[in-house]
C-alpha cells in the first residue's frame, strides 16, 4: 500500500458528478468555503455540451502558495458518476483518496491498492431523510459536501453561513440544506477517519475577488464607454452578453427616469445570428457608438466578410472571442486557444487584426474596456481573446481598478468646427503620417464632410476608384496604421531567470497561472529559464528581441497547429527551427507539469538531472 | 457607382422649400445606371420626396447592400453619408447605426437579389425588430450586375431574356413584411412618380418599420415578353387599391374629398396620410384584410399597388430597448463609465 498522501492546503480535487444533477452548486460552496478560509482556490468546470445526463466534472486546486493554475493529477476524487468510474480512479495519485457513494457494495476489482477508499452510504442517507424525488437529488449533494466538511476539516460555521447567503432571497430553503449538511458531517464523524488532506485557516486570499472572465469582461465594456451590444447565444460567450445586460441594467440608466422609463444608456439586441450581429456592430461603429458583439470560433467564422469590409471600410468595432475547441462544432464545451490565426487574418483579401491577449479576469477587465479606445483610435475591428477556462470559470484575482481621471479616446473624429474652418477632409488621407485617416460621423454638418462608406477600392477622398496605384497607396496605408497599432497595444511582459540562461519561453491567455507554477517549479529543480508573455497582436519589437537573444525559445499554446508560433514566424521572419511547440489541446486547461515537463525535456535534461542543466 | 459629380449650378427660378432647400440639393453624383433603368425613377423620386417633407438632406443615413440597386445611394442626397454594405446583410448594418443615433432619418435601399435571396433573413429580422427606418426594395426580378438570372422575386412561369423559364415560386416581399410585422407596408411602380412619391413621403415619416416595394423593371435582362417584371406586364396588371397625398404635422388640412372616397390616417408624428381609395372595400389599418386582399389579387393575376397596411399607433426598436432620447454616440464620458465607487461595490460583492 502506497504511503496516503497528507497536505495541508496544498492538493487537488475532483468532483465527477452528473450535468444536471445539480452539484454545481454544492460545488461551488465547496469552493468558496475554503477561500472564506483564507486559502487561494483555483477551480475549473468541465461539463459536456448538454443540459443533462453526461458527465461532468469541477477540479479544484488548493494552494496555500498561490498557485492557481492546474496542477495536473487528483488526490482527491469524488466519485459520484458510475459512468466515468474506471477514469476517475485510474486519475487519482498514488497515495490519494476516492470518495464514493457506498450504498451498493462493489467488487474489489473496482478499487485500486494504491489509493485510500472513502466510502459514505450517501443514497441510503438521502433516502432515510426525504421521501421526494427532488430533494433527493438536490441534498443528495449537500450531504456530501457535509461530509467532505468533516473528512477535510472546513469549518463548518462557513459553509453554514454561505449556505444562509446561497439562499438569503429564498430563506425557507436554509433549514433543510443545513439538514443535509448535518447528516453529511455527523456520518462521516461518526463512521470515518478524516483524511490526510487537511484545510486549516490562512491569510492567503486578502482582498482578492472571484470572479469568472466573462463576467470581467462584460464589467469591462460597460467601463470602456460600450453603448450598442449585438450578440447571439454561443458557448462560452453568451454569459459575457449577460454580464453586459446586467452590468447596464445596474449601472447605465438615467437617474431621472430609471430602467423602465425608457432611460437605458445603452442598446442590446440579441440578434438572429452572428453575422447580423457583426453587422449591427459595424453599422453602430459608422456611426459613433462604442459597439461590441461576442463570439466563439464558429461565429468569427460566419462574420468574416464583415470584418474584411470593417477593416477596408476602416469602421471601430470590438469582438470578444472566447475560444472553444474546434475546427466546426469541435468540443464546444472545451477550451483552446485555436482562433489566433483565424482572428488575426480574418477574412479574405490582405488583412491584420488587432488582437488583445488577456490572461484572466483582471485584463479581460482592462483589454475590455481598452479595446474601445484602440477600436475608435484605430477605426478598425479589434478582438480580445478569451477562451472558456478564462471565459466561464472563476478565477482569484486582484480586486477590479479604474482610473477615475481616464479619459475615453474616441480617435479622430472631425467636427462640424473643423470642417467649418476649413479642414480639408479627406476620409482616406493620411494627414498625421500615422496611416489613421480623420472620419466624420453621419449629420456632422449640412454640407460638408459627407462620404460614401464602402468595400470597394476609393481614394484618399472616398471617391470610388479602380486605378492600381490608388489601391496600392490605400492598402499600403492601411500597413502603416497597422505599425502604429504596436505602440498603442499592451506591451509584452517579461520575466528573467534569476540566472543567466539561453532558453526562453513565449505565452498568452490562459495559460498564465499553470506558467507560473511550472516556472516556479522549474525553478526550484535549478533550470533557468526566461519567459515572456504575449499580450497583444501586432507584435512589438521587444517579443522578436526576445527571441533573438535566446538559443531557444518553446512556445506554449492550447492548439494542435501551434498558431501564435506560425503568427510569430510570419510577422518577424524567425528561424521555425528556434521556436520549439509545446501543444496542449485536448480541450481542458494546460497543467503546471505538462509545461515543466515539457520544457525539461526540450532543453533535454531529464527532470531527475534538470538542476544540473542551467547554463 | 460613379465618381461624376453633378454641376453644382443652380437655376435662380428652382422653387425652394422650406427650409430654403432647392430639389437640386437632394440630387447626388450622376448614375451609371442603363439609361431608362427604373431604379433612376426611384432615385428621382427619392429626391422629390425628401425635397417635399422638408428633409434636412445631411440628417438622412442612406444605407444599401450590392446590386445594380444598391449603387442608387450614390446618386441621390450627395450632402447625406451613405454606405454600401454587403450583399444581402444591409438591414443589420442600418440597425446598428440606428441604435447608436435615433435622431437621423434611415433609408435602406436594396433589390430583390440582395433582399429576397441572400438578404431574406436580415430583411425578416428587421421588419419584426420595429427598425424605424423607410426600407425600398428595387424589385427586378432579376440579376443585372451578373446579367440576367432570375432572382427569388421572379414569378413561376415567367421567362428569361434567352427564354428560360423560372420553375420556383416567386417571394412576395410585400406579403412577408407583412407577415413579418412591417407597420407600413406599399408597393409601387418605378413608372408611377404620382403614386410613388407620395408613398416615400409617407414611409419617411412612418415611426417603424416602413417597407415599399418597387417594382422596377430592369430594361437590359428583364423587359421582354413572358416577363411578369416588365412595364409592359405591370402597367397591364396593376390594381392600384389607393392614392395617397401626405400632410405634413404643421400643415392644415384643408383638402376637402368626396365623403366615402377617402381615409385619413393621423401618425404618431402628427402627420395625415389622405387616401383616395381606388378600392372602396380597402381599409389599409386593417392587417388581416390586407394579406386577404393580397392574396385574392395575386390569385387573380394582379399587381396590387398602393399604401397596402400601415399602423398609425406603431412602436419602434427603441420603445422596445427603453434607450435614452439623446442619441447613444452622443453620451459624454460621465453617462457611460460608472464611477469608482461602483466598482468597489461590485468588487465587495464578489468575495
Redesign the interface.
Given at each position: 500500500m502506497t504511503r496516503p498522501i497528507t497536505a495541508v492546503n496544498d492538493f487537488v480535487v475532483k468532483f465527477a458528478n452528473v450535468n444536471g444533477s445539480g452539484s454545481a452548486s454544492a460545488n461551488g460552496l465547496f469552493v468558496k468555503a475554503i477561500l472564506r478560509m483564507g486559502v487561494p482556490v483555483g477551480a475549473r468546470n468541465i461539463f459536456p455540451s448538454n443540459i443533462q445526463g453526461l458527465p461532468t466534472w469541477y477540479e479544484i486546486r488548493v494552494s496555500g502558495h498561490g498557485w492557481l493554475g492546474r496542477r495536473g493529477g487528483v488526490d482527491l476524487m469524488v466519485a459520484m458518476n458510475p459512468q466515468t468510474w474506471d477514469r476517475d480512479v485510474a486519475e487519482i495519485e498514488p497515495g490519494g483518496y476516492l470518495f464514493y457513494d457506498s450504498t451498493k457494495p462493489m467488487p474489489s476489482s473496482k478499487f485500486r491498492d494504491d489509493i485510500t477508499v472513502v466510502g459514505l452510504p450517501l443514497t441510503a442517507l438521502c433516502n432515510a431523510a426525504y421521501a421526494e424525488p427532488s430533494k433527493r437529488k438536490i441534498l443528495k449533494n449537500i450531504i456530501y459536501l457535509g461530509a467532505l466538511t468533516f473528512l477535510l476539516g472546513i469549518e463548518r460555521a462557513v459553509v453554514e453561513a454561505l449556505l444562509a447567503e446561497e439562499y438569503a432571497a429564498k430563506p425557507a430553503l436554509i433549514p433543510a440544506n443545513i439538514e443535509a449538511l448535518q447528516i453529511g458531517f455527523d456520518h462521516a464523524r461518526d463512521h470515518l477517519k478524516p483524511l490526510g488532506l487537511k484545510l486549516r485557516r490562512a491569510d492567503a486570499v486578502g482582498?482578492?475577488?472571484?470572479?469568472d472572465g466573462n463576467t470581467a469582461a462584460g464589467?469591462g465594456a460597460?467601463?470602456g464607454?460600450a453603448?450598442?451590444c449585438?450578440w447571439y447565444p454561443i458557448t462560452p460567450s453568451t454569459s459575457l452578453a449577460e454580464a453586459f445586460t446586467a452590468?447596464c441594467r445596474?449601472?447605465?440608466h438615467?437617474p431621472e427616469?430609471g430602467?423602465?422609463?425608457?432611460?437605458?444608456?445603452?442598446?442590446?439586441?440579441q440578434?438572429?445570428?452572428e453575422?447580423?450581429?457583426?453587422?449591427?456592430?459595424?453599422?453602430?461603429?459608422?456611426?459613433?457608438?462604442r459597439?461590441f458583439t461576442c463570439t466563439s470560433g464558429p461565429g468569427v467564422s460566419l462574420m468574416q466578410?464583415?470584418i474584411g469590409?470593417s477593416y477596408f471600410a476602416e469602421i471601430p468595432g470590438v469582438i470578444f472571442d472566447v475560444q472553444r475547441g474546434g475546427p466546426s462544432t469541435g468540443m464546444p464545451t472545451r477550451t483552446q486557444q485555436s482562433d489566433i490565426l483565424s482572428a488575426a487574418y480574418a477574412s479574405h483579401g490582405d488583412t491584420k487584426h488587432v488582437l488583445l491577449l488577456p490572461e484572466g479576469p483582471n485584463e479581460c477587465f482592462e483589454f475590455g474596456a481598452l479595446a474601445f479606445d484602440l477600436a475608435d483610435r484605430l477605426q478598425t475591428m479589434i478582438f480580445v481573446m478569451l477562451d472558456l477556462d478564462m471565459g466561464m470559470n472563476e478565477w482569484l484575482i486582484e480586486?477590479?481598478?479604474?482610473d477615475?481621471d481616464?479619459?475615453?479616446d474616441r480617435g479622430k473624429i472631425m467636427t462640424a468646427e473643423m470642417l467649418e474652418a476649413g479642414a480639408d477632409f479627406g476620409r482616406y488621407k493620411d494627414v498625421d503620417g500615422d496611416g489613421i485617416p480623420w472620419r466624420?460621423?453621419?449629420?456632422?454638418?449640412?454640407?460638408k464632410g459627407?462620404?460614401?462608406?464602402?468595400?470597394?477600392s476609393r481614394d484618399p477622398y472616398a471617391?470610388?476608384?479602380e486605378e492600381g496605384a490608388v489601391y496600392v497607396d490605400n492598402m499600403e496605408r492601411l500597413l502603416r496604421k497597422f505599425e502604429t497599432a504596436k505602440s498603442l497595444v499592451p506591451p509584452p511582459i517579461v520575466r528573467r531567470a534569476a540566472r543567466k540562461t539561453s532558453y526562453g519561453v513565449i505565452y498568452y491567455g490562459s495559460t498564465s497561472p499553470a506558467m507560473d507554477e511550472a516556472l516556479a517549479g522549474l525553478e526550484a529543480d535549478g533550470v533557468a529559464v526566461d519567459a515572456l508573455r504575449v499580450r497583444a497582436f501586432p507584435f512589438e519589437g521587444e517579443i522578436f528581441e526576445f527571441i533573438a537573444a535566446h538559443d531557444l525559445v518553446f512556445v506554449v499554446e492550447q492548439n494542435r497547429d501551434a498558431q501564435l508560433r506560425t503568427l510569430l514566424i510570419n510577422e518577424g521572419g524567425v528561424d521555425p527551427a528556434r521556436l520549439v511547440k509545446v501543444l496542449n489541446y485536448d480541450g481542458s486547461p494546460i497543467t503546471a507539469r505538462f509545461i515543466q515537463a515539457e520544457l525539461a525535456k526540450g532543453m533535454g535534461v531529464p527532470k531527475a538531472r534538470a538542476g544540473e542543466m542551467v547554463r | 457607382?460613379?465618381?461624376i459629380a453633378k454641376p453644382q449650378f443652380h437655376h435662380p427660378s428652382l422653387k425652394h422649400n422650406a427650409l430654403g432647400f432647392t430639389r437640386r440639393d437632394y440630387e447626388g453624383k450622376v448614375s451609371t445606371l442603363c439609361a431608362g433603368c427604373g431604379h433612376d425613377s426611384i432615385s428621382a423620386a427619392i429626391v422629390q420626396a425628401c425635397f417635399e417633407i422638408d428633409l434636412?438632406?445631411?440628417?438622412l443615413?442612406k444605407?444599401s447592400g450590392i446590386g445594380c440597386s444598391s449603387k442608387t445611394?450614390?446618386y441621390f442626397l450627395?450632402?447625406?453619408?451613405?454606405?454600401?454594405?454587403?450583399h444581402g446583410?444591409m438591414?443589420?448594418?442600418?440597425?446598428?447605426?440606428?441604435?447608436?443615433?435615433r435622431?437621423?432619418i434611415y433609408l435602406g435601399v436594396s433589390g430583390d437579389g440582395d433582399s429576397a435571396s441572400i438578404g431574406l433573413?436580415?430583411f425578416?429580422?428587421a421588419m419584426r425588430?420595429g427598425v424605424n427606418m423607410t426600407y425600398i426594395v428595387e424589385n427586378n426580378g432579376v440579376y443585372g450586375l451578373t446579367k440576367g438570372q432570375f432572382s427569388a422575386t421572379a414569378d413561376k412561369g415567367s421567362k428569361s431574356k434567352k427564354g428560360v423559364v423560372n420553375s420556383d415560386s416567386g417571394i412576395d416581399m410585400v406579403g412577408l413584411a407583412l407577415q413579418l410585422g412591417a407597420t407600413f407596408v406599399a408597393r409601387s411602380f418605378s413608372g408611377d412618380k404620382d403614386q410613388l412619391v407620395p408613398l416615400i413621403k409617407a414611409a419617411l415619416t412612418h415611426k417603424g418599420a416602413a417597407f415599399i416595394d418597387v417594382l422596377s423593371p430592369c430594361i437590359a435582362f428583364n423587359n421582354h415578353k413572358g416577363s411578369t417584371k416588365s412595364f409592359d406586364w405591370v402597367r397591364e396588371h396593376n390594381e392600384a387599391v389607393n392614392r395617397l397625398d401626405v400632410l405634413m404635422a404643421r400643415m392644415a388640412v384643408t383638402a376637402s374629398y368626396e365623403p366615402g372616397s377617402l381615409t385619413e390616417v393621423t401618425q404618431h408624428d402628427g402627420s395625415v396620410l389622405l387616401l383616395r381609395k381606388v378600392a372602396e372595400d380597402y381599409d389599409p389599418t386593417d392587417h388581416a384584410g390586407a394579406i386577404s386582399y393580397l392574396q385574392h389579387a395575386h390569385a387573380a393575376g394582379e399587381i396590387v399597388t398602393g399604401l397596402l397596411y400601415v399602423d398609425p399607433e406603431a412602436e419602434e426598436?427603441?420603445?422596445a430597448?427603453?434607450?435614452?432620447?439623446q442619441p447613444?454616440?452622443?453620451?459624454p464620458?460621465e453617462?457611460?463609465?460608472?464611477?469608482?465607487a461602483?466598482?468597489?461595490k461590485?468588487?465587495a460583492g464578489?468575495?
Open positions: 482582498d482578492r475577488i472571484f470572479v464589467l460597460v467601463y464607454g453603448t450598442v449585438a452590468y445596474k449601472l447605465r438615467d427616469t430602467p423602465d422609463g425608457g432611460g437605458a444608456r445603452y442598446a442590446i439586441v440578434a438572429e445570428d453575422i447580423a450581429s457583426i453587422g449591427m456592430v459595424t453599422g453602430a461603429g459608422w456611426n459613433g457608438a459597439a466578410e464583415f469590409l480586486p477590479f481598478r479604474w477615475e481616464r479619459v475615453l466624420t460621423l453621419p449629420a456632422t454638418h449640412p454640407s459627407s462620404y460614401f462608406t464602402r468595400g470597394t471617391r470610388y476608384s | 457607382m460613379t465618381y434636412e438632406p445631411h440628417r443615413a444605407l445611394p450614390d450627395g450632402a447625406s453619408h451613405g454606405f454600401n454594405t454587403v446583410r438591414p443589420s448594418v442600418l440597425t446598428g447605426a440606428n441604435l447608436a443615433n435622431s437621423l433573413g436580415q425578416a429580422h425588430r426598436l427603441h420603445d430597448l427603453g434607450t435614452v432620447k447613444l454616440n452622443a453620451l464620458d453617462e457611460l463609465v460608472p464611477p469608482v461602483a466598482l468597489d461590485i468588487n464578489l468575495r
